[in-house]
């Protein structure tokens, strides 16, 4: 299986590579949604994301000192691999605002993952690299009534729900619809707290499927998600347990339930505590707890970051630098050092999590030999004081021309900037390395 998909992987990125030729030339820049072709190409053997990034900065010349990204596709790949060896009994549905780059939906498609989608665009997105309707859930439990109707036209059955306005708008736009309540989690946990506003609590979904019984819809299952970047793994315990109980009382009132639909909320970036195998642990030990029987069910999940976190790598350039005095605590004159970067806090760094004080971050230049330390504030290039990085970082003094580089960059970056004060989306290059793909031949 894996064999195949390996090989039909290369084929995809020829046949990216062969437009790419045709459109060199034409236009270098991309973002996130439409990344150009060309930006593909091939690297040689063992190199890795810091050497490419080196070598790009030194071959754009000045007049290309735009921020950009690097995707490791690799990395996707094998976190997909890593994904289904660890939750055997789980198939992954990728949640396509996390990162919509072409090259990881047409990546995960050809894996045959399933995808989240929450409006019409994405679905068509994702309907566009040749996905069955059927490996689609409309995970968004408030819906646009045109949008509902346009994934009825388009075939897309599985859809959820938290509420009575919304069975009532699916009723009427989408009666064929495959109906799945969405419950509330213990999340106040975690980084993005979702059941704050979805999720309907447990004492309503009594009255939830009884009126799916009234207007004829069928409710085929539960999902719920444990809010993003969250701590606790215990959480799918929990919620596994709860979707256990409406999985039941779906079954009292005619539901032919069979599908649970764990969420995303897994880690994605390198190194995350609790890893994500302290996550799959909780998650099969309740499954076999709360759904043994393996024919009973179809379970599946909404991963996001977890698939892209770590496959970005974000390269902004200095384009301006400032320095200033202050007294410390021991009354002594303190050097500190401003530095203009261009992306910020309303280009691919909006999300909080991206910003402040937890940033990883290093410059390309190797400033280990570099005796000191300045505390230094990073800016984004647009003009007003929200648009900034952090202000809390202690570099060695760069200078105005000079790369910083910023991992796990996958997640909610590129694909919620702006165009703000008109900087652009940075480009994404996506590099593929040769002894990789001797390694899938040879398989
Ligand atoms: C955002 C979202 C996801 C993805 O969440 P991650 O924390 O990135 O895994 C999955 N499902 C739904 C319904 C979402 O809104």
Same mark, same amino acid.
């Given at each position: ?149 346009? =994934?009825?036209? #388009?075939?897309? /059955?599985?859809?959820? +729900?938290?509420?009575?306005? $919304?069975?009532?708008?699916? @009723? *009427? ?107 799959? =642990?909780?998650? #099969?030990?309740? /499954?076999?707890?709360? +759904?043994?029987?393996?024919? $009973?069910?179809?379970?599946? @999940? *909404? ?107 996958? =997640? ?32």
């Amino acid at each position: 299986m894996s064999q195949i998909q390996d090989l039909l992987l290369q084929d995809t990125y020829k046949k990216h590579l062969q437009v790419g030729k045709q459109l060199k030339g034409k236009d270098s820049t991309c973002n996130g949604t439409d990344d150009l072709l060309s930006n593909v190409t091939i690297v040689k053997e063992g190199m890795s994301v810091v050497e490419f990034i080196q070598n790009k900065t030194d071959s754009l010349g000045p007049d290309n000192q735009d921020a950009f990204y690097v995707a490791d596709l690799y990395d996707v790949v094998n976190k997909y691999h890593n994904f289904c060896k660890e939750l055997s009994r789980v198939k992954p549905f990728y949640a396509v605002k996390c990162n919509s780059s072409k090259l990881v939906l047409q990546t995960l498609a050809i894996l045959g993952t399933g995808f989240d989608c929450a409006s019409k665009v994405e679905i068509d997105l994702v309907l566009s690299l040749g996905v069955p309707a059927d490996d689609i859930v409309y995970a968004n439990t408030c819906k646009q009534p045109s949008h509902i109707r346009h =994934a009825a036209k #388009n075939g897309v /059955l599985k859809m959820t +729900f938290d509420c009575e306005s $919304e069975l009532l708008k699916v @009723a *009427e736009n989408h009666p064929a619809a495959e109906m799945i309540l969405r419950i509330v989690t213990n999340d106040t946990d975690s980084v993005s707290v979702l059941s704050k506003k979805f999720g309907a609590c447990l004492p309503k979904c009594e009255g939830l499927l009884k009126l799916a019984n009234i207007l004829n819809l069928q409710v085929v299952g539960v999902s719920f998600h444990i809010g993003s970047k969250s701590k606790r793994p215990e959480t799918f315990s929990w919620a596994i347990a709860d979707a256990r109980y409406v999985f039941d009382l779906g079954r009292k009132f005619g539901h032919a339930m069979r599908l649970l639909d764990i969420g995303g909320g897994f880690p994605g970036d390198d190194n995350f505590q609790p890893a994500f195998s302290e996550f799959t =642990a909780v998650i #099969n030990k309740a /499954l076999d707890q709360y +759904f043994p029987n393996k024919e $009973e069910v179809e379970i599946i @999940a *909404e991963p996001g970051r977890y698939f892209v976190a770590s496959a970005f790598t974000a390269a902004l350039n200095i384009i301006g630098k400032k320095e200033d005095y202050f007294t410390d605590i021991d009354g002594k004159e303190q050097r500190k050092l401003s530095y203009y970067l261009n992306d910020g806090a309303f280009g691919t760094f909006r999300l909080d999590e991206l910003r402040g004080k937890g940033v990883k971050l290093k410059p390309l230049k190797d400033y280990q030999h570099a005796q000191k330390h300045f505390p230094s504030i990073l800016w984004g290039p647009c003009c007003t004081d929200h648009d900034i990085i952090t202000e809390e970082v202690s570099l060695p003094e760069l200078e105005i021309g000079d790369w910083i580089i910023f991992s796990n960059m996958g =997640a909610y970056s590129l694909s919620v900037t702006s165009t703000f004060n008109g900087f652009h989306h940075p480009a994404v290059y996506y590099p593929l390395r040769k002894d990789k793909i001797t390694i899938t031949q040879k398989m």
